[in-house]
Protein backbone atom coordinates (compact mmCIF):
# COMPACT_ATOMS: atom_id res chain seq x y z
CA UNK A 1 0.00 0.00 0.00
CA UNK A 2 1.20 3.76 -0.54
CA UNK A 3 0.67 6.86 0.59
CA UNK A 4 1.02 10.06 -0.62
CA UNK A 5 0.39 13.70 1.06
CA UNK A 6 1.19 16.78 -0.50
CA UNK A 7 2.29 20.16 1.18
CA UNK A 8 3.50 23.71 0.25
CA UNK A 9 0.43 25.12 -1.81
CA UNK A 10 -0.60 28.43 -1.10
CA UNK A 11 -1.23 31.96 -2.34
CA UNK A 12 1.15 33.79 -4.55
CA UNK A 13 1.36 36.75 -7.11
CA UNK A 14 2.44 36.54 -10.87
CA UNK A 15 5.76 36.03 -10.75
CA UNK A 16 6.43 33.82 -7.24
CA UNK A 17 7.78 30.38 -6.75
CA UNK A 18 6.07 27.93 -4.10
CA UNK A 19 7.46 24.39 -3.58
CA UNK A 20 5.24 21.69 -3.57
CA UNK A 21 6.38 18.14 -1.46
CA UNK A 22 4.78 14.85 -1.21
CA UNK A 23 5.82 12.85 1.49
CA UNK A 24 5.80 8.96 0.21
CA UNK A 25 5.02 6.11 2.34
CA UNK A 26 5.08 2.54 1.05
CA UNK A 27 5.04 -0.50 2.54
CA UNK A 28 8.51 -1.03 4.51
CA UNK A 29 8.42 -4.58 3.37
CA UNK A 30 7.80 -4.40 -0.21
CA UNK A 31 10.86 -3.90 -3.04
CA UNK A 32 9.03 -2.36 -5.79
CA UNK A 33 10.06 0.90 -6.71
CA UNK A 34 7.81 3.76 -7.82
CA UNK A 35 7.36 6.25 -10.45
CA UNK A 36 6.41 9.33 -9.46
CA UNK A 37 4.44 12.73 -11.10
CA UNK A 38 2.73 15.85 -10.27
CA UNK A 39 -0.86 16.48 -12.06
CA UNK A 40 -3.29 19.48 -11.47
CA UNK A 41 -6.77 20.45 -11.79
CA UNK A 42 -8.59 23.84 -12.33
CA UNK A 43 -11.79 24.07 -11.79
CA UNK A 44 -13.87 23.35 -14.65
CA UNK A 45 -10.85 21.69 -16.24
CA UNK A 46 -9.86 18.17 -17.02
CA UNK A 47 -6.84 17.13 -15.08
CA UNK A 48 -3.16 17.31 -16.67
CA UNK A 49 0.04 15.82 -15.79
CA UNK A 50 2.75 18.79 -14.54
CA UNK A 51 5.71 16.70 -14.20
CA UNK A 52 6.94 12.95 -13.30
CA UNK A 53 10.40 11.55 -12.26
CA UNK A 54 11.55 8.01 -12.76
CA UNK A 55 13.29 5.83 -9.97
CA UNK A 56 16.18 4.47 -11.89
CA UNK A 57 19.53 5.53 -12.54
CA UNK A 58 19.27 8.89 -13.86
CA UNK A 59 16.13 9.52 -12.60
CA UNK A 60 14.97 10.70 -16.27
CA UNK A 61 12.19 13.60 -16.12
CA UNK A 62 9.27 14.79 -18.67
CA UNK A 63 7.71 18.22 -18.07
CA UNK A 64 3.90 19.54 -19.29
CA UNK A 65 5.29 22.28 -22.34
CA UNK A 66 3.28 24.86 -20.39
CA UNK A 67 5.90 24.74 -17.51
CA UNK A 68 9.27 23.52 -18.96
CA UNK A 69 12.05 26.08 -17.77
CA UNK A 70 9.97 27.36 -15.05
CA UNK A 71 8.75 24.18 -12.40
CA UNK A 72 11.32 21.40 -11.56
CA UNK A 73 10.57 17.96 -10.70
CA UNK A 74 13.19 16.33 -7.94
CA UNK A 75 13.01 13.36 -5.74
CA UNK A 76 15.14 12.88 -2.72
CA UNK A 77 17.93 9.75 -2.14
CA UNK A 78 16.03 8.51 0.53
CA UNK A 79 12.73 8.18 -2.43
CA UNK A 80 10.44 9.02 0.72
CA UNK A 81 9.68 12.93 -0.29
CA UNK A 82 8.85 13.84 -3.88
CA UNK A 83 9.45 17.70 -4.75
CA UNK A 84 7.82 19.90 -7.50
CA UNK A 85 9.75 23.86 -7.53
CA UNK A 86 7.74 26.14 -9.29
CA UNK A 87 8.99 29.42 -10.23
CA UNK A 88 7.90 32.66 -12.81
CA UNK A 89 3.95 31.39 -11.56
CA UNK A 90 1.20 32.62 -13.82
CA UNK A 91 -2.20 32.95 -13.12
CA UNK A 92 -3.01 29.90 -15.25
CA UNK A 93 -0.61 27.57 -12.94
CA UNK A 94 -3.67 28.24 -10.61
CA UNK A 95 -4.94 24.45 -10.10
CA UNK A 96 -5.07 21.86 -6.87
CA UNK A 97 -2.09 20.02 -7.39
CA UNK A 98 -1.83 16.08 -7.33
CA UNK A 99 0.70 13.75 -6.17
CA UNK A 100 0.85 10.31 -7.89
CA UNK A 101 2.91 7.13 -8.14
CA UNK A 102 3.28 3.88 -9.69
CA UNK A 103 5.00 0.72 -9.42
CA UNK A 104 8.20 0.51 -11.87
CA UNK A 105 7.60 -2.53 -13.65
CA UNK A 106 9.18 -2.24 -17.03
CA UNK A 107 10.17 1.34 -16.41
CA UNK A 108 7.89 4.46 -16.40
CA UNK A 109 6.06 5.46 -19.22
CA UNK A 110 5.73 9.42 -18.84
CA UNK A 111 4.50 11.39 -22.02
CA UNK A 112 4.50 15.60 -21.68
CA UNK A 113 5.05 15.40 -18.19
CA UNK A 114 2.10 13.00 -17.68
CA UNK A 115 3.01 9.67 -15.63
CA UNK A 116 0.61 6.62 -17.40
CA UNK A 117 -0.54 3.94 -15.62
CA UNK A 118 -1.88 5.89 -11.75
CA UNK A 119 -2.29 3.73 -9.07
CA UNK A 120 -1.97 5.75 -6.16
CA UNK A 121 -2.86 9.69 -5.79
CA UNK A 122 -2.74 12.17 -2.91
CA UNK A 123 -5.43 14.67 -1.86
CA UNK A 124 -4.18 17.49 -3.16
CA UNK A 125 -3.00 20.74 -2.33
CA UNK A 126 -4.19 24.29 -3.61
CA UNK A 127 -2.05 26.80 -5.83
CA UNK A 128 -3.68 29.95 -6.70
CA UNK A 129 -1.36 32.70 -8.32
CA UNK A 130 -3.12 36.51 -8.58
CA UNK A 131 -2.34 38.55 -11.32
Known amino acids: QVQLVESGGGSVQTGGSLRLSCAFA??????????LGWFRQAPGKVREGVAAIDAGVGRATSYAESVKGRFTVSRDSAENTLYLQMNSLKPEDTAMYYC?????????????????????WGQGTQVTVSS
Open 26 to 35: KDPYAYNEYC
Open 100 to 120: AARVRDWGCQMTAGSLLGVEY
